[in-house]
């Protein structure tokens, strides 16, 4: 597709996202309005900010028209996920994509084996984080 003039209209913030509204002008007398959200769950991470949603919401609408066929056209509600995310990090903030992809390996692990033991301490007893067994494990006395 001929790059067509791209115009944000506004933001919307809701409870579960923010959703972007582009207008996209493939004619003179002929544009289409699209909507791109993003879940706020990938905002919680820490690694991508509120200021980011523009530009990762437009690259995704732009990704999306240059994919567009003439009878298969892009859809007009479009959502941002995880690898729209990671991609945009590694392009525009390398060092931090680094730090997304360790999150997203702890988040991933399988904890079924881990047991809990009584008394919520090391298992071999003792005190391991130095601090009064009394007050529960926090690294020191108070």
Known sequence: ???AP???????????????????LDAPSNSRRFRV???LSLFNTGLLKFQDGPLITREKLISELERELPRVPAALQIQVGE????????????????NWNRYKQVEEEDFSDVR?????????????GGGNPGRGNRGGNR
């Open 6 to 24: 791209i115009q944000m209209e506004g933001v919307e913030v809701s409870e579960v996202c923010r959703a972007y509204t582009y207008q996209v």
């Open 1 to 3: 597709m001929k790059e």
């Open 83 to 98: 690898r729209d995310v990671i991609t945009y990090m590694e392009r525009h903030h390398p060092r931090k994509s680094e």
């Open 37 to 39: 959200e993003i879940p």
């Open 116 to 128: 809990i033991h009584p008394g919520g301490g090391n298992p071999g007893g003792g005190n391991p």
